[in-house]
């Protein structure tokens, strides 16, 4: 059998290596490659040796303010997201009228792409902000909690889900049990839901840890980094020093190596983590 | 008694704040969608009442923005990309996922990883070389762009079929063969089948990618030519011209809004089971 299915290897693979190849493989190897080198095209480039990557921390385009930003960003909407979206959750598996429609309404941000919505909330907060007279680019502080905002309205929806098919798995008799032993809803929820739903606490704290650091559409459409720069995030201040000023397409690359490194690690964090309640239960 | 009395008035508790997060929820649609109504000089100094007979501007803002951005084109390419894209990586993907878990030798596992590891690699590591190597090859078109999604997205797709395809049980196909299938006739008429609950989660999750995907088209297709897609569209609108038409963006907005809803309205069920699946595999 796996001898027959070899001699159609060319149909059953080769369409998506030659797409993988051109999306992914090439420009991955040029892109590590480059991150080394001077250049204003690909084929222009001129070995530099490590210089890009001192650079990137050194040349004043605020990489390491982005990275801040971008830190604490992720930091604050892991938490709200996380902490409403399970509040919700819980609400919504008491059986109330209306769970479905609720259910529905508020997984529906989530479908609708980052540029559209982040200019809808750009036009809101700015109508809100206005009032006042002043605008969300008028300071840092409106562009990083709008954006805080607009992810939580984005993402707790989707959480939610997760959280809500967490708790359905929770066996009914378990919760009766506690009740008779005559624990507390409060006791019930501490001792028995939140250490069944840990699983689900994982994949969505990842997801949610992945998600707001590799943020780049909202970013650009709700401030694009105003004021000065002050609420880019890492994947805008890459994007911005690809395409904002020639002769810095190295130092660019060198900054996506390093942000790219840093997902790595919080990838690996995730399945190791993963792997290791896996080998737990 | 007291308990159910108890329980009721949590409940009605509950019920409210639901009520409150719903409208939280719903107010920013609703804004742009009662402001794409109003004559654009109205927007800025009354952004929040509902359009009276001196701001009314009917529809006005639509054709307008319609004229200016010609989103509807945008809406058709962006149609077009999405569909055939999906098509591609579920009829590709799914057949090299295949080929990648049935046949066991030590170049198929490294490929099998190479598609897993480029799930983790954000898209700032490759888009400047990925973009000038479709301008190189000539992809900087519809077609093109559907080759890079292929490529862009099969890591996820690859990953999903092989993971269900890991599941299925290797004696039907031999008696498939037996039975004088060749591996092409038997991928098609026996294995393809079984994967559907699997080819739409990697469809919904491909779609709501693509469809969405704003920086792949803008930096590829560009905004010099006639492909552009819906956000491309939309970010040009804004960030074009410094005067803006705040009514012509708030019905562009509407628009763009109102594929994902119909979509999402009448498919509700296998997008909230794909997106979830697709979380706990991803």
Known sequence: MEKALKKYFVIFTVPTLIAFAFAFIIPFI?????????????????????????????????????????????????????????????????????????????FMPNLIGGIVLGYTWQQMINAILYQFETTIVSDAKYGF?????????????????????????????LIEAAKIDGATSWQTLIKVKIPMVMSSITICMFLTLSNSFKLF???????????????????????????????????GQAKAVIFFIIVAVIALAQLSFTRSKEVEQ | MIQSKKTKTTNALIFIILCLVGVFVLYPLFFILNNSFKGKLFISKDPFSLPTAETFAGLTNYVNGLIKTGLLSAIGWSFFITIFSVILLILFTSMTAYYLTRVKEKWTQALYYMFVFSMIVPFQMVMFTMSSLADKFHLKNPVGMCILYLGFGAGLSVFMFAGFIKSVPIDIEEAAMIDGCNPLQNFFKVVFPILKPTAITVAILNAMWIWNDFLLPYLVIGISTKYKTIPVVVQMLVGSNGNKDMGALMAMLVLSIIPIVIFYLTCQKYIIEGVVAGAVKG
């Open chain 1, 30 to 106: 040029q892109g590590l490659y480059l991150s080394f080198c001077e250049f204003t095209t690909v084929g222009n480039a001129k070995w530099v040796g490590f210089e890009n990557y001192k650079l990137a921390f050194t040349e004043g385009q605020g990489f390491t303010r982005a990275l801040g930003f971008t830190a604490a960003f992720t930091v604050i909407s892991v938490i709200t997201i996380n902490i409403f979206a399970f509040a919700i959750a819980l609400m919504l598996t008491r059986k109330i009228k209306g769970t479905n429609l609720f259910r529905t309404v508020f």
């Open chain 1, 145 to 173: 909690w709008g954006l805080i905002i607009l992810m939580n309205w984005q993402m707790v929806g989707y959480m939610m889900i997760i959280y809500i098919a967490g708790l359905q798995n929770i066996p009914t008799d």
């Open chain 1, 217 to 251: 559409d909202q970013n650009k459409a709700l401030t694009n980094g105003a004021p000065r720069n002050k609420t880019q995030m890492l994947a805008l201040n890459i994007y911005d020093t690809f395409y904002g000023k020639t002769g810095y397409e190295g130092v």
